[in-house]
């Protein structure tokens, strides 16, 4: 099978070295991949959300199956482009994509369907809502309605950042079109908890629940990154966690959808708070989250290109979806000075022992030849163990050997859940 992914970071890397294991699959393709991508598949400067460009290199190579991973392509209409040219696809089609793409759509949903949320007001007027926050209670969030590279959420703890955040969305452009209109929601408190789902449109296949460590410093603190490390499973999400998000989130969420004409087939990712009212949406994305992908796929037993065409041919619950005993632990390398300003280009090594463990996320080749850092994520590298303390002390060896000339990474990735398991 000739196979072919867009994107190029490291979930995207994490789904190939995984499809890889298919000995049906005759070459991947990755649009635009990257340089420690190209060495597990063929990288063609075709960016993400070049539709057009997309689906005529998938033509003209006669592409079998396609994985459209990131959430700009999904929203645009990749797959609904590519499947128009009777090229079979894993994603959702636009109209199901739209449950991330616009959170005033997703917020309604629920609203609508009784899928637990925080309660939230929406707006498309900057006086209205900056006159809902005069009495609104404090702390608060203000999420950009669109995509906005997974930084549209920000946490307010008074009344002055709040109003700061509207104006920012709403006047000054923060994130463009995204933010023309804002939703304001409660804040909500608990742990939060990752859970990646396949889904047909008839089932929901839940997957090993994850824990990501978004703050950029040890101990949570600094800026908002896209990610830091991950854990899995999540230690919060119990068996009686889990049978209450299916009963009251998940089913209920794909029903939802249906009942719109919105029919989901592919990845559902359901961000989750567990509240001392019981677990609630935080958000839905469209797509493999990113690091949770890392931590979870190398914890799939099944085959990963069987359950994803399952997805698309409607018979998930004819496919058995078996998961690995033990836990994985993911840390990120990143380039100094993320999510800031930083420095790329520096030679990258990355030993052979380790290369099979690591997911590169930003990387190039040079004019010699040689791998070397491409933005603020550098690379994440993976370790499954029978513990949680096994896969971190591993997966820290592993980081330590990776080479270049500003390499940071956070040293306490995983400490919250190891400290809650022992609760």
């Given at each position: 099978?000739?196979?072919?992914?867009?994107?190029g970071?490291?979930?995207?890397?994490?789904?190939?070295?995984?499809?890889?294991?298919?000995?049906?699959?005759?070459?991947?393709?990755a649009?635009?991949?990257?340089?420690?991508?190209?060495?597990?598949?063929?990288?063609?400067?075709?960016?993400?959300?070049?539709?057009?460009?997309?689906?005529?290199?998938?033509?003209?190579?006669?592409?079998?199956?396609?994985?459209?991973?990131p959430?700009?392509?999904?929203?645009?209409?990749?797959?609904?482009?590519?499947?128009?040219?009777g090229?079979?696809?894993?994603?959702?089609?636009?109209?199901?994509?739209?449950?991330?793409?616009?959170?005033?759509?997703?917020?309604?949903?629920?609203?609508?369907?009784?899928?637990?949320?925080?309660?939230?007001?929406?707006?498309?007027?900057?006086?209205?809502?900056?006159?809902?926050?005069?009495?609104?209670?404090?702390?608060?969030?203000?999420?950009?309605?669109?995509?906005?590279?997974?930084?549209?959420?920000?946490?307010?703890?008074?009344?002055?950042?709040?109003?700061?955040?509207?104006?920012?969305?709403?006047?000054?452009g923060?994130?463009?079109?995204?933010?023309?209109?804002?939703?304001i929601?409660?804040?909500?408190?608990?742990?939060?908890?990752?859970?990646?789902?396949?889904?047909?449109?008839?089932?929901?296949?839940?997957?090993?629940?994850?824990?990501?460590?978004?703050?950029?410093?040890?101990?949570?603190?600094?800026?908002?990154?896209?990610?830091?490390?991950t854990?899995?499973?999540?230690?919060?999400?119990?068996?009686?966690?889990?049978?209450?998000?299916?009963?009251?989130?998940?089913?209920?969420?794909?029903?939802?959808?249906?009942?719109?004409?919105?029919?989901?087939?592919?990845?559902?990712?359901?961000?989750?708070?567990?509240?001392?009212?019981?677990?609630?949406?935080?958000e839905?994305?469209?797509?493999?989250?990113?690091?949770?992908?890392?931590?979870?796929?190398?914890?799939?037993?099944?085959?990963?290109?069987?359950?994803?065409?399952?997805?698309?041919?409607?018979?998930?619950?004819?496919?058995?979806?078996?998961?690995?005993?033990?836990?994985?632990?993911?840390?990120?390398?990143?380039s100094?000075?993320?999510?800031?300003?930083?420095?790329?280009?520096?030679?990258?090594?990355?030993?052979?022992?380790?290369?099979?463990?690591?997911?590169?996320?930003?990387?190039?080749?040079?004019?010699?030849?040689?791998?070397?850092?491409?933005?603020?994520?550098v690379?994440?590298?993976?370790?499954?163990?029978?513990?949680?303390?096994?896969?971190?002390?591993?997966?820290?060896?592993?980081?330590e050997?990776?080479?270049?000339?500003?390499?940071?990474?956070?040293?306490?990735?995983?400490?919250?859940?190891?400290?809650?398991?022992?609760?």
């Amino acid at each position: 099978m000739k196979i072919l992914v867009v994107g190029g970071g490291g979930r995207e890397h994490a789904i190939i070295k995984k499809i890889k294991e298919n000995k049906s699959v005759e070459v991947i393709y990755a649009l635009p991949g990257n340089g420690g991508i190209a060495r597990d598949a063929v990288c063609v400067p075709i960016g993400a959300k070049d539709i057009d460009g997309i689906v005529k290199f998938a033509v003209e190579k006669s592409v079998d199956y396609a994985i459209v991973a990131p959430d700009d392509p999904l929203v645009l209409g990749c797959v609904d482009a590519l499947e128009a040219h009777g090229i079979l696809c894993f994603g959702p089609r636009a109209n199901a994509a739209i449950i991330e793409g616009s959170k005033v759509f997703s917020k309604e949903l629920m609203k609508k369907y009784g899928i637990p949320t925080a309660a939230y007001e929406t707006f498309s007027d900057m006086d209205a809502a900056l006159s809902y926050l005069e009495d609104a209670p404090i702390p608060i969030v203000v999420k950009a309605d669109g995509l906005a590279l997974g930084k549209g959420a920000i946490v307010c703890m008074t009344r002055d950042e709040a109003k700061d955040a509207v104006v920012s969305m709403m006047r000054d452009g923060k994130f463009g079109k995204s933010g023309e209109r804002v939703v304001i929601e409660e804040f909500m408190t608990g742990p939060e908890v990752s859970v990646l789902s396949f889904t047909d449109g008839n089932v929901v296949v839940p997957m090993v629940s994850s824990m990501d460590h978004k703050r950029a410093g040890d101990g949570d603190t600094g800026l908002n990154t896209g990610g830091m490390g991950t854990v899995a499973p999540n230690p919060y999400y119990t068996d009686a966690v889990a049978d209450e998000c299916m009963e009251k989130i998940f089913i209920p969420t794909m029903k939802a959808m249906n009942a719109e004409g919105r029919t989901f087939r592919g990845c559902l990712y359901f961000g989750l708070m567990i509240t001392p009212d019981g677990p609630r949406v935080v958000e839905y994305n469209c797509r493999f989250g990113d690091p949770e992908t890392q931590v979870v796929l190398p914890l799939l037993e099944s085959d990963l290109l069987t359950v994803m065409m399952a997805t698309t041919n409607g018979t998930l619950s004819e496919c058995e979806v078996k998961w690995k005993s033990g836990c994985a632990a993911c840390v990120v390398a990143a380039s100094a000075g993320y999510p800031q300003s930083y420095e790329s280009g520096f030679e990258l090594t990355i030993p052979d022992d380790v290369e099979d463990h690591t997911y590169v996320a930003g990387a190039a080749i040079n004019e010699n030849g040689a791998l070397v850092t491409k933005g603020g994520r550098v690379l994440g590298v993976t370790a499954v163990a029978d513990t949680l303390e096994d896969a971190l002390c591993e997966s820290y060896r592993m980081v330590e050997k990776i080479g270049f000339a500003n390499k940071y990474y956070r040293h306490d990735i995983g400490k919250r859940a190891l400290e809650a398991g022992r609760i």
